[in-house]
């Protein structure tokens, strides 16, 4: 089971240059809005042809833009599930997945088309069309349309995107749940970096269009190289860094390691207070506090236009907005990144 | 009063929007997903008869179907028929006239219609025959259903371009409007009336037809399937 991608494909003044290879079951692909992920999976479903590469898929060769080869996606045997979910609107929930079964005989067609209408708990919906559906009983009809054709990779592109935030950790668990008995390789799409850990075992990040080799979640989360890879592992501060040390920030570093990167992470919880013995210390002013899930942040502000930069606390401290307090990090603290 | 130019009317009317909606619904949908140069060169042609005066349509059309001219000429030396002064010299007339409309309308169908969707049916497998008349068409069908009833209405309403390849002949090729002409010159008002009501009467009719089709096309369309970039 691998998918191997090797592809070039402009669009406008950006140049999309994808390469990597899977060899697992789940793998995402991460990078901001913006990044050629939906465009990398659609050059995988064969939906938009690549100006050069190849993909392969188990040994198979879909696109080779040497030997002129390249697919029709209905012979590619992938299930592509899009961002809103594409179900046809002319056809009740139980048409969707039949009309897809193309590839069985007639016969059979009517079986599988109620195993999966039962497997993914479609029974009450069956007749009804894609407009009187939830978001989340569309997500499921598109789902099963997709693996009741047996596909041998299934692209998941931002499956979560188009629903709400409270249904979302219940859509996920359902999803891994119908996703238990697909014995096929999936690649992921998505920018949210918790859906990503809760789905996938590995991952390849996007930055404008040129992707990093596929690795762990784990390796990323201890090591992030890149921006990118940082704001996947969830570091609250990221920014961009000067050849002279100065940070967007405001305040400035004079560490040896300059020049070869350009971006710094800092963890919120590792901006420690009245902390003397730190490496940097800088004076910051409060300029409010937010509260981010269960966590505690004050936002801090070096000098007038700079960028915010976050703090954790806990409620027992007691910080009023506006009041200047000073700060320190150390430098085994600072991730350096490309 | 002599029914004969209703029934004219009612008969070029249905056969050139029948022609206009087979040619401009696949036109439309081949240049809806063509390249822009050619999407807007085949737009600023097809959309031409829609702006040009109707006797610069029948005078271009003479000059191609005319018994002198060489289409014109080379159809009554092979089968003998004159293509003007017949009844159905109109539908030329008329299905270049309403041409425009059916295709602007069935484009601007294809156009809305989210591509994402025949996308992922082909990754199901399904065949793009199979997508065109199971699934593209149904979507797009009130918009383009609505297109050939505007259509039918102003092919009915058609004057200038049918006179002048059609002419007037009564009880041969007479349609409503050109007998309302000929009867308001030779100052038949009472009668120009009478075909007047019955023109009114139709075009309310088609036209609250389009209105139906356009105020269910609305309530049905659903803003999951507005296009996402």
Redesign the interface.
Same mark, same amino acid.
């Given at each position: 089971m691998s998918v191997y991608v090797d592809i070039t494909k402009k669009l406008g003044d950006f140049t999309l240059k994808v390469k990597f290879k899977t060899n697992r079951l789940a793998t995402a692909l991460f990078g901001l809005s913006g990044s050629g992920k939906s465009v990398t999976l659609k050059c995988i479903a064969g939906i938009i042809k690549p100006d050069s590469g190849k993909i392969e898929l188990n040994g198979k060769t879909l696109f080779d833009s040497e030997k002129n080869v390249n697919l029709p996606p209905q012979k590619r045997n992938i299930g592509y599930l899009p961002q809103n979910y594409a179900l046809f609107p002319n056809m009740s929930v139980k048409n969707n997945i039949y009309c897809g079964l193309t590839k069985y005989k007639p016969s059979q067609r009517k079986a599988i088309c109620d195993e999966y209408i039962e497997r993914f708990n479609l029974n009450f919906v069956a007749d009804l069309y894609p407009h009187q559906l939830s978001g989340g009983q569309q997500q499921r009809v598109a789902l099963a349309r997709a693996l009741a054709t047996k596909p041998k990779l299934l692209l998941l592109d931002e499956p979560f995107s188009a629903l709400d935030a409270q249904l979302k950790l219940q859509l996920e668990l359902d999803m891994i749940d119908l996703l238990k008995e697909f014995d096929g390789d999936i690649i992921f799409v998505s920018h949210n970096k918790d859906e990503v850990h809760s789905l996938c075992e590995s991952v390849c990040v996007i930055e404008n269009g040129v992707c990093s080799v596929v690795c762990d979640i784990e390796n990323i989360l201890t090591n992030p190289a890149t921006a990118t890879q940082a704001l996947l592992t969830g570091i609250e501060n990221i920014c961009e860094i000067n050849n002279t040390g100065m940070t967007e920030f405001g305040f400035t570093l004079s560490d040896l390691k300059l020049g070869e990167y350009n971006h710094i992470a800092i963890k919120a919880k590792d901006i420690k207070f009245n902390c003397k013995n730190s490496d940097v210390t800088f004076v910051a002013q409060i300029d409010n506090t937010i509260k981010v899930s269960s966590n505690n942040y004050l936002v801090l502000i070096v000098n007038k236009n700079t960028k915010p930069l976050l703090m954790s606390f806990t409620q027992k401290e007691n910080f009023a907005n506006n009041s200047k307090i000073t700060v320190g990090i150390n430098y085994t603290d600072i991730y350096y990144l490309k | 009063m002599d029914l004969y130019p209703l029934f004219n009317s009612i008969r070029i009317s249905l056969i050139s929007t029948l022609i206009a909606f087979a040619v401009g619904v696949f036109s439309a949908y081949y240049i809806s997903k063509a390249h822009r140069i050619l999407k807007v060169s085949f737009d600023v042609i097809f959309t031409l008869p829609l702006v040009l005066p109707p006797t610069v349509i029948g005078f271009l059309l003479i000059k191609i179907l005319g018994p002198n001219n060489f289409v014109g000429e080379l159809f009554f030396n092979i089968f003998g028929i004159k293509l003007t002064m017949n009844w159905w010299s109109a539908i030329f007339a008329t299905t270049v006239v309403i041409f425009p409309l059916m295709y602007r309308t069935a484009r601007g169908a294809f156009q809305s219609f989210?591509t994402?969707?025949s996308?992922?049916?082909?990754? $199901?497998?399904?065949?793009n025959t199979?997508i065109f008349w199971?699934?593209t068409m149904?979507?797009c069908k009130q918009g383009i259903i609505a297109g050939a009833v505007l259509s039918f209405a102003r092919a009915l309403g058609e004057y200038g371009a049918t006179s002048m390849i059609a002419g007037y002949t009564p009880g041969k090729t007479a349609t409503i409007s050109t007998t309302v002409y000929q009867l308001w010159r030779t100052g038949n008002d009472e009668l120009a009336v009478k075909w007047i009501v019955i023109n009114i009467i139709i075009s309310a009719v088609v036209l609250l037809i389009i209105n139906l089709i356009e105020s269910r096309y609305y309530n049905?369309k659903?803003p999951?399937?507005v296009r $996402?970039r």
């Open positions: - | 989210d994402i969707i996308d992922t049916a082909k990754t $199901l497998g399904l065949s199979y199971k699934i149904p979507v049905n659903e999951f399937y $996402l």
